[in-house]
Each structure stands twice: as C-alpha cells, then as structure tokens.
C-alpha cells in the first residue's frame, strides 16, 4: 500500500459503534487517511463524486448509487466496499473494466434476513399487524371475541415456494421444514437442496399458497414478478419479497391485492427507496411494510460492517477481499 491511502466512508456508523462497544472504523482509521461523511442525511450523487475525485477506496451503503458515472470520475478509484450483499447500487462491469474489486458482505447476513422473511411470512399468513392495528385503535374494546376475527392461514401443511435458492433461500427453506410446511424451490441454475423440491418457475407459482423471492437484482430478474407471474399465483396465496423491490412490479402487485387474487403480501424492499407514506402498497391493510430490515440485528450488522472495513482494507493494499462479489478482477491481477 502506499503511504495513507485515502478512503471516503460515505457513513460513519456512529451509532452502530456505540452499540457494539468499539468503533468499528477503527482497523480502515489505523491503514488509511479516512474521511467520513458527518453532515445530516446521505451524501447526495454530486457530493459523493466531489470525495471520490481525490479518494482510493471507498466504503459504502446500498443507498449510495456508484454509477459508471462516478466510477469514471473517480481516477484513483482501487477499491470498493459496501455493506450489503447485494451490489445492484453499483456498476460491476464499470468496476471490472477499470480493475476494481467490489466487496460485499455474504454469509453474515443470511440468517438474520431468512428470520425477517419469515417474521414477514407469519405476519401476513396470521394477519398480524391488521389485528394489532385494529387493538390499537380501540375498535376492540366494547366489542366481543369474534369466532371469525382475523382468520388467517396456517403455515404447517402448507406448500412454500422459495424463488433463489442462495444462501438465504435456503436458510428460508430450512425454516419452513422446521413448521412442517411442503417446500417447493425454483432456481435458474436448478440448483438442487435438501428438502426442496426442485420445480419448474411456473409450477412453483401454481402449487405454493406462501411464496418468497431471493434472487439477486440483475437485469434478468428485474420486473420477474409482474402481471404474468402474479396471475399464475395460486388464488388466495401470499408473497414475500425480502430480496429487492425491482424484481417485483409493484403496480401489478397492487392490482393483485386490489382484486383479491393475493390474500397478501408481505414486502421488505421496495423498488424506490426509502418509500414515501405515499405509497401505493400502504393502503392495503393485508401488505406487511417494513423498510429494508432484513439484516438488522445488532451482532449481524456489526458482523457486516467488520467484514465490508477489512473488504476495503484488503482492496487498498492490493490484496484478496475477503468477500468479493467481481472475483474476475482478482483473475486477471493474479490476486486469485
Ligand atoms: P445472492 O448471491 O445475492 O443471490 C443468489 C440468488 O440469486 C441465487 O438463487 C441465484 O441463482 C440468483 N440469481 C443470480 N443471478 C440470477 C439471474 N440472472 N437469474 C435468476 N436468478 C439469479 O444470495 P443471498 O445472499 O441469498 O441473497 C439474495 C438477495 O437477498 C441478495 O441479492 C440481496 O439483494 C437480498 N438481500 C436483502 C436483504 C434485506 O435487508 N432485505 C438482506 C440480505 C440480502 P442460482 O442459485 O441459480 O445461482
């Protein structure tokens, strides 16, 4: 490495530090001249591109858009971190073609976003936040236990269909076999996993009353859940997405709640983010909201954050990331 690379971190995790006890920059502050974003709110695209002019690493969120825009504009640009798994915020081929590793964080988050795609699954299937909306309000007191209040659907004997058997579709998968349910799993590359019955993308929309999405956002799966998809679902069946908001198509899905063909849905991801209480999906009171949490434990953020700091470490002194999600450019420097 030379003397003090310097890295643009474009969040200083302030309050994730103080909930882990130590400040988890610390490792990137002892390799590097770090300079950290410390004013209110996210750096804007125009502000993120005046830091990368003179930076050589940089760490980074999913809500950070590293375009080949700002790839280009960053001539010193070694290294990328972010802390996520998925990198559909950041141009890889743009990364590539310049020699760039991109970290990523795989592997720490899996579990704790396959207990929210199921905490998403529970909920919708037992209409959960609807009956808790409904206490809230106080239109229970004065009133009776109702024999037919908020029925919903059971889990055990009924069949999931998990799209994207990757880690966390599996993690998912492992979690329905514990409720006793039949899983049903669609992969492009017809991956083969203990316990899931491998069907083809139409089948498995056909057979599941329960079906949740993990596959990467890539061109392909971009709007892979639209009209055509959703009107294959079986009738009364719910959806899960704690993968990202564009592969689902969102005014199809709203149509879909409107005319009743979805019993529910229950989203983590959204295809802008942040989402607005504008939304369209917020009006329907059997869509289960929640904004992009799916990893939001403390020990797995830490354990994200730890992993994306000795990703750039590992980037700015020319050496294999740990995690690395554009592993050909390791190839062809003969890092690999
Ligand atoms: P991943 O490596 O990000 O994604 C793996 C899955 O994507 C595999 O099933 C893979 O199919 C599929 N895939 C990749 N390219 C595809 C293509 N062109 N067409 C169809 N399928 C394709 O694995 P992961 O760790 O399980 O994460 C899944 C996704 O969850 C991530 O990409 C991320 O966007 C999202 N995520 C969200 C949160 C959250 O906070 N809500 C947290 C973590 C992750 P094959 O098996 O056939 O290769």
Redesign the pocket.
Known sequence: MTDRSRVFVSHGIEALSALAGRDLLAPLRDKADCRVWAEPGRPSPEELRGHMQSAEGLLCLLTDRVDGELIEASPRLRAISSVS??V?HIDLEAATRRGIPVGNT?GV??ET?AD?AFALLLAAARRVEEAGNFLRRGDWAGGEWEIDAFVGKDLHGATLGII??????QAVARRAQGFSMRVLGW???G?QVPGVRGVAFTELLAESDFVSV?????P??RGLIGTEALGAMKPGSILIN???GGIVDERALAQALRSGRLAGVGL??FAQEPAGADHPLIAFPNAVLTP????ASVGTRVRMAELAVRNLIAGIEGNRMPACANPEVLVRFGKG
């Open positions: 798994v998925g559909d795989p988050l899996t976003t929210l994207g058997l990757g880690p966390i579709g992969s492009r590359s991956r993990h596959v990467a956002l890539v392909e799966t704690t993968a990202r983590d991801v992009h949490i799916g990893s």
